[in-house]
T-cell receptor, first 117, second 110 residues
Framework: EPEVTQTPSHQVTQMGQEVILRCVPISNHLYFYWYRQILGQKVEFLVSFYNNEISEKSEIFDDQFSVERPDGSNFTLKIRSTKLEDSAMYFC???????????????FGEGSWLTVV | DAKTTQPTSMDCAEGRAANLPCNHSTISGNEYVYWYRQIHSQGPQYIIHGLKNNETNEMASLIITEDRKSSTLILPHATLRDTAVYYCIVRPPRDDKIIFGKGTRLHILP
């Protein structure tokens, strides 16, 4: 069964360093997302991405964050200068899009655990 | 701005049916009901969704009341691996994202 894959599974970084989290969405999916979950808290929406541009972003997704689809398969989240409060599990997700059965169903990856020290 | 109300936690004996309720009294006519679950330290997993009719797949059944103001997710034969947080989500058909609430923490007891 196709799945969203994320790398790395766990990364430890020093405060102020740049981090790139990588995701390979399900093939032929058109909509891509990043969510995060701080330990013990809810899963929070960060950003959605379609047709090579951001379609929506939350208040959390400030100028320190950026997303990119550098090629036909990868989708990345970059945190420019990490802060302690960026420590969280980051989930990538994707969905097919309209015109297919269950096109609106979003499928999540297993997450990348980021620890900022 | 919670659109759904779920119990904070529930217990269910292994092998029994787990019935997870969800209230969505302000649901609009074109909004779908989605269920996801999150097993500890894993990504949210899609379970099932529906609009008006009851739905069944290999994982679960979704029963939606006739007035659509509430629904129940049924795991027919719960196993220990079904221990997770279950999220009931109301979503318009063209809404791009999912907003997670706190969900129901389901404990399957041996």
């Amino acid at each position: 069964e196709p799945e969203v894959t994320q790398t790395p599974s766990h990364q430890v970084t020093q405060m102020g360093q740049e981090v790139i989290l990588r995701c390979v969405p399900i093939s032929n999916h058109l909509y891509f997302y990043w969510y995060r979950q701080i330990l013990g808290q809810k899963v929070e929406f960060l950003v959605s991405f379609y047709n090579n541009e951001i379609s929506e972003k939350s208040e959390i997704f400030d100028d320190q964050f950026s997303v990119e689809r550098p090629d036909g398969s990868n989708f990345t989240l970059k945190i420019r200068s990490t802060k302690l409060e960026d420590s969280a599990m980051y989930f990538c997700a994707s969905r097919p899009g309209q015109g297919v059965e269950s096109g609106n169903t979003i499928y999540f990856g297993e997450g990348s655990w980021l620890t900022v020290v | 701005d919670a659109k759904t109300t779920q119990p904070t936690s529930m217990d269910c004996a292994e092998g029994r049916a787990a019935n997870l309720p969800c209230n969505h009294s302000t649901i609009s006519g074109n909004e779908y009901v989605y269920w996801y679950r999150q097993i500890h330290s894993q990504g949210p997993q899609y379970i099932i969704h529906g609009l008006k009719n009851n739905e069944t797949n290999e994982m679960a059944s979704l029963i939606i009341t006739e007035d659509r103001k509430s629904s129940t997710l049924i795991l027919p034969h719960a196993t220990l691996r079904d221990t997770a947080v279950y999220y009931c989500i109301v979503r318009p058909p063209r809404d791009d994202k999912i907003i997670f609430g706190k969900g129901t923490r389901l404990h399957i007891l041996p």
